[in-house]
């Protein structure tokens, strides 16, 4: 898992610069909203509780995050926001899985498959890549906040259906009704965490070197660039120190 896993670490740090300057923001709040259309109250719907979770770790105001509620379940104005699902091929033959939030259906499509073909990537039909993939709960850990054993006895407990160690981060992997109550057990431990979601964790891995693993990351990053999209999910993995030196 070391190159799928070390590009998750790496999003998620970029993530928090994000969150500086507000696209981190603005991306939480289109979650939020969508997942208030199935009901403004956090006790009765786990998607919006998990947004909100989300949204407090990057300490967003409780104004915004009630504001965003109230426009998704059309108490207040603004919450016409469409949900796609890109489905396509990176250099290599990575599978690539985009969710997308937009207010222009058109646009964006449009300007998705822009990006692909910029950056050697193909879009593939519905259903293409999608069965590749799983919906899980995925948290992130760095290695050195907690050892194997103390993590076993936590998570298993709660639900946990994997713990996989990539050399530099563990990534707890379990059902997505399980989210919580994984999640839980770990900040109750005091331990801190990289990144806490509802995934689509790659069920196997494709290796990519060279020319392809760089112009994977380029297509990675060009998506994960877009304003409209949510999430980037892929299956590629890349050798932990090419996946750092192309990063950097």
């Known amino acids: 898992m070391s190159g799928h896993s070390k590009w998750a670490t790496i999003k998620h740090k970029k993530a928090a610069l994000d969150a500086k300057r507000g696209k981190a923001f603005t991306r939480l709040i289109k979650e939020i909203m969508i997942a208030a259309r199935s009901g403004g109250d956090p006790d009765a ?5 998990t947004a909100i979770t989300a949204a407090k770790a990057v300490s967003m105001p409780a104004d915004n ?18 949900e796609i699902t890109f489905e396509g091929y990176g250099p290599g033959g990575a599978a690539v899985l985009v969710s997308v939030a937009t207010d222009n259906r058109n646009r964006t499509v449009s ?7 910029k950056n050697n ?21 760095e290695n050195d906040k ?11 407990d709660a639900g946990t259906e994997d ?17 919580e109550a994984v999640l839980n057990a770990i900040q109750k431990a005091g331990i801190p965490t990289i990144s806490a979601e509802i995934a689509m964790v ?22 994960e660039e877009h304003d409209d999209v949510q999430n980037v999910y892929s299956n590629f993995d890349i050798d932990e120190k090419e996946m750092e030196a192309l990063a950097s």
């Open 45 to 49: 719907n786990a998607r919006l509780r």
């Open 65 to 82: 995050i009630k504001r965003a509620i109230l426009r998704g379940t059309g108490e207040l104005e603004g919450g016409q926001i469409d």
């Open 111 to 117: 300007e998705i498959r822009h990006v692909f073909s």
């Open 121 to 141: 990537g193909n879009l593939g039909e519905q259903g293409s890549v999608s069965w590749m993939f799983e919906r899980k709960s995925q948290i992130l850990i």
């Open 146 to 156: 907690a050892s194997e054993d103390q993590l076993m006895n936590l998570v298993l």
């Open 163 to 179: 713990l996989r160690n990539d050399g530099t981060n563990w990534e707890v992997i379990s059902a997505p009704e399980s989210h």
């Open 202 to 223: 790659p069920k196997n891995l494709v290796k990519l070197e060279g020319k392809n693993a760089s112009n994977m990351l380029k297509l990675s990053e060009a998506l």
